[in-house]
């Protein structure tokens, strides 16, 4: 599975966001960016469009930022690289369809993308904040 640096930024981004959700209080861009290491300009493009997709509103001004539409566990990895990525095509063959071995190979890789899309339904971004709740409290510092 290969994941796009768009992907994982929008991923990075609605974590921030869930990670804030219920607080009433925005989250800017900028502190996005400069806690993760992720360019702003392409944040701002990345963030209009899962606005245009209804996962998050923005709040204009001085206090603005974004925020969740829906609660965190409302939201799954699926919902999130389908708005980037498109929805997921057919898995094509370049070999000839005529061959049992491609036929074979063909219908196994489309139970792989099959469980593949069903654990990214099962994962909410409610359960990546509990994810690096836990990781946060296993940490020590030295």
Same mark, same amino acid.
């Given at each position: ?5 768009k992907t ?12 804030h959700h219920?607080s009433?209080?925005p989250?800017?861009?900028r502190?996005i ?6 360019? $702003?300009?392409?944040? @701002? ?7 245009g997709?209804?996962?998050? #509103? =923005?709040?204009?001004?001085? *206090?603005?930022g974004?925020?969740?539409v829906?609660?965190p566990?409302?939201? $799954?990895?699926a919902? @999130?690289?389908?708005?980037i990525?498109?929805?997921d095509?057919?898995?094509? #063959? =370049?070999?000839?369809?005529e *061959? ?16 593949e ?6 994962i ?19």
């Amino acid at each position: 599975m290969k994941i796009s640096a768009k992907t994982e930024y929008a991923c990075i981004a609605l974590l921030e966001l869930a990670r804030h959700h219920g607080s009433g209080e925005p989250v800017r861009i900028r502190s996005i960016a400069d806690e993760h290491g992720v360019p $702003s300009r392409f944040l @701002v493009q990345i963030l209009l469009q899962l606005k245009g997709a209804g996962l998050v #509103t =923005s709040t204009r001004g001085a *206090s603005g930022g974004y925020q969740l539409v829906k609660s965190p566990d409302e939201i $799954s990895l699926a919902e @999130v690289m389908n708005v980037i990525e498109g929805p997921d095509e057919p898995i094509g #063959t =370049s070999a000839s369809p005529e *061959s049992l071995a491609v036929k074979v190979l063909q219908s196994t890789w489309q139970e792989v993308a099959d469980v593949e899309r069903e654990m990214l339904h099962g994962i909410t971004f409610a359960d990546l904040v509990e994810r690096a709740h836990r990781q946060t409290e296993n940490m020590f510092y030295i």
